[in-house]
């Protein structure tokens, strides 16, 4: 079975941080970009980071830029999100994503065809 599993969400108070962790399983990565998105309530998802399959290119939603590092190790097949400096605007769901093999990087959710069942991250004193 092809899936994403998150974790590593939680409670935490403004400027702490947290790594959330996507664990790939039932067929290779390595090849796809990933990325992480997020949705609060009552809003619609938006893009956070991606990582390229090899992952020498990254790019980040400017609300995060400086904040937030993606990274990858393909021979685990697990995405990281490291964020630091955690501000209660990024309180949400957050969900890992894969793109299929081969295909360009890119921001926009419709261009992701696996999705993880989410972890929420709370960011409250």
């Known amino acids: 079975q092809v899936q994403l599993v998150e974790s590593g969400g939680g409670l935490v108070q403004p400027g702490g941080s947290l790594r959330l962790s996507c664990a790939a399983s039932?067929?290779?990565?390595?090849?796809?970009?990933m990325g992480w998105f997020r949705q609060a309530p009552g809003k619609e998802r938006e893009f956070v980071a991606c990582?390229?399959?090899?992952?020498?290119?990254?790019y980040y939603a400017d609300s995060v830029k400086g904040r937030f590092t993606i990274s990858r190790d393909s021979a685990k097949n697990t995405v990281y999100l490291q964020m630091n400096s955690l501000k209660p605007e990024d309180t949400a769901v957050y969900y890992c994503?894969?793109?299929?093999?081969?295909?360009?990087?890119?921001?926009?959710?419709?261009?992701?065809?696996?999705w993880g069942q989410g972890t929420q991250v709370t960011v409250s004193s």
């Open positions: 994503a894969a793109e299929r093999p081969f295909r360009v990087l890119s921001i926009r959710p419709e261009y992701y065809d696996l």
């Open positions: 039932g067929r290779t990565f390595s090849t796809s970009a």
């Open positions: 990582i390229s399959g090899g992952g020498g290119t990254t």
